[in-house]
């Protein structure tokens, strides 16, 4: 079946222009996650959804970035007033269960959105 | 904050000669994952540990999970230019709801 799919895959922007990311997950999975990759960097949490309840946003970086989902839908990242710090590859993932410390779930992950603020 | 920690950053080897990456935690894990990013992909699940002592072989791929759960290894026996891109480990943060990642190993092969 098909996987995580993010748009676009590209995006330059100017430094202060808003931006809107999106991510569409796996079917039927519950739960979705954003991180960010700078370059030659690790992956960063940013946030993550379980089904309705209220997300984890404890690795938004700033009052800058915000996302929303709805249900086990789609999700967008927007990120207000661009920096150049924010240029980075921003990957959605997603898995199937709520992952509450137990054994875990795999995570899927997209592509991936290039974003690159001049 | 939680933290895991890979070393080293980068690996370059001759192609056939063994690789070996270190994953360390600041606390207790749950459980570990490994993750394998080729250059200009994203990272694509490889395996995950639950088990003190857990080690788990994927062919050339060996995997194990320390006994106190804070550390774990991935080697690769023979490496091969197949073998090439960033190899990261993630635990889960306390809360149980995000794969905490290292900054990861980057493994380059010459043939």
């Known amino acids: 079946g098909a996987g995580v799919s993010q748009s676009p895959s590209n995006k330059v922007t100017e430094k202060g222009k808003d931006v809107e990311l999106r991510c569409d997950p796996i079917?039927?999975?519950?739960?979705l996650y954003w991180y960010r990759q700078r370059l030659g960097q690790g992956l960063e949490f940013l946030i993550y959804?379980?089904?309705?309840?209220?997300?984890?946003k404890s690795g938004l970086p700033s009052d800058r970035f915000s996302a929303e989902r709805t249900g086990e839908s789609v999700s967008t990242l927007t990120i207000q007033r661009t920096q150049q710090e924010d240029s980075a590859v921003y990957l959605c993932?997603?898995?199937?269960?709520?992952?509450?410390?137990?054994?875990?779930?795999?995570?899927?992950f997209g592509p991936g959105t290039r974003l690159l603020v001049l | 904050g939680q933290q895991v920690m890979q070393i080293p950053q980068y690996q370059h080897v001759q192609e056939g000669e063994d690789f070996t990456t270190y994953c360390n935690s600041s606390?207790?894990?749950?459980?570990i994952q490994w993750y394998k990013q080729r250059p200009g992909g994203h990272p694509v699940f490889l395996i995950q540990?639950?088990?003190?002592?857990e080690v788990k072989k994927q062919k050339r791929l060996t995997f194990q999970f320390g006994e106190a759960k804070k550390n774990s290894s991935l080697h690769i026996t023979a490496t091969q230019t197949t073998d090439v891109g960033t190899y990261f480990c993630?635990?889960?943060?306390?809360?149980?709801?995000?794969?905490?990642f290292g900054k990861g190993t980057t493994l380059s092969v010459s043939s």
């Open positions: 959804f379980q089904g309705n309840s209220a997300p984890d």
């Open positions: 540990l639950v088990k003190s002592g």
């Open positions: 993932a997603s898995s199937s269960t709520y992952l509450a410390g137990g054994p875990g779930e795999t995570q899927y």
């Open positions: 993630a635990g889960f943060n306390r809360l149980g709801t995000a794969l905490i």
């Open positions: 079917s039927g999975h519950t739960a």
């Open positions: 606390t207790t894990l749950s459980n």
